[in-house]
């Protein structure tokens, strides 16, 4: 089990298993955010599309989806609503 600092609990907690995009981003979040809060990530994403029903496919929804795990994960910005 790899440990890091979270940089969004503020903990050293257990690294996640692999990284959640081949981007920059999805580089970024392994190297900083710990395996519990990309699952709080994930709940709070899966509410995102079914409260605003999107279509996660659809480009203004991964705008959408990107722009709130950002806010949600290193508080970058204000939380978004969908226009």
Do not use: V
């Not at 190297?31 to 994403?45: A, H, M, P, R, V």
């Amino acid at each position: 089990m790899t440990t890091i600092h979270c940089a969004r609990c503020g903990q050293d907690r257990e690294r996640q298993a692999f990284k959640p995009f081949g981007t920059e981003l999805g580089q970024r979040i392994y190297d900083s955010i710990c395996k519990g809060c990309w699952g709080e990530w994930l709940k709070t994403q899966q509410q995102l599309i079914n409260h605003y029903g999107l279509i996660p496919y659809q480009p203004s929804a991964k705008e959408f989806l990107l722009r709130n795990m950002e806010q949600f994960l290193f508080e970058q910005g204000a939380p978004d609503s969908i226009a």
